[in-house]
Structure formats: C-alpha cells, structure tokens
C-alpha cells in the first residue's frame, strides 16, 4: 500500500520560512517524478515542483521560482519542499505527488498540509 504523508503546515508571516516534508512508504521516491502541488480555495490545483525520477533535476511553477526548493532524500525515502520568502498568494493546501515515469500512468497523492501566511 503506497502512503504519501506531509507535515510542516502551518502559520507564518510574511516573509518567513517553512519546510514542507513528505514521506513515502511503499514506493521508492528515486523511482517516481516526485511533485508538491498546492491548491488555494477556490482555485485550480497548481503544480509548484518537481524533481525528476533517478536525478536531480528540478522544475518549478513561476510563481515560486526562486523562492521555493524541492529535494530528495532517498536514504530517509523523503522529500522536502523548503519555501522562502512566503506571501499571503502562497497560501494554500500543500500536497505531495509521485508520478510513474514515463506515462504517469500511476500517480499517489498525500492528504495534503495547510499552509497559511499571514500577519
């Protein structure tokens, strides 16, 4: 049974930091696309990063370029999502992803951690 779990949410200020962490058990997360996405209410789910199966490439969406990391711990079978220099736009419900390469044909999401920026 593949489980993706995050935890890090929470409240900040603007401007502040924080660190997003998802642990997986029954996949690899070296063998997956692995992908935070977020979904403000009211809006779209939004993929924020990614970091690519077997490597250490990176993409991330505009809006957060710069700001946001996304990495991998294969040892502890983790990924984090380290954000920086947050704002009330990045306020919303984070979730973790695993995508097979190359089709995603399997794709496990986590229930997802609240992030809230506000003073």
């Known amino acids: 049974q593949v489980q993706l779990v995050e935890s890090g949410g929470g409240l900040v200020q603007p401007g502040g930091s924080l660190r997003l962490s998802c642990a997986a058990s029954?996949?690899?997360?070296?063998?997956?696309?692995m992908n935070w996405y977020r979904q403000a209410p009211g809006k779209q789910r939004e993929l924020v990063a990614t970091?690519?199966?077997?490597?250490?490439?990176?993409n991330y969406g505009d809006s957060v370029r710069g700001r946001f990391t996304i990495s991998r711990d294969s040892a502890r079978n983790m990924v984090t999502l380290q954000m920086n220099f947050l704002t009330p736009e990045d306020t919303a419900v984070y979730f973790c992803?695993?995508?097979?390469?190359?089709?995603?044909?399997?794709?496990?999401w986590g229930q997802g951690t609240q992030v809230t920026v506000s003073s």
């Open positions: 992803n695993a995508k097979s390469v190359p089709t995603g044909a399997l794709s496990y």
């Open positions: 029954g996949i690899y997360v070296t063998a997956y696309n």
């Open positions: 970091i690519i199966r077997d490597a250490d490439s990176t």
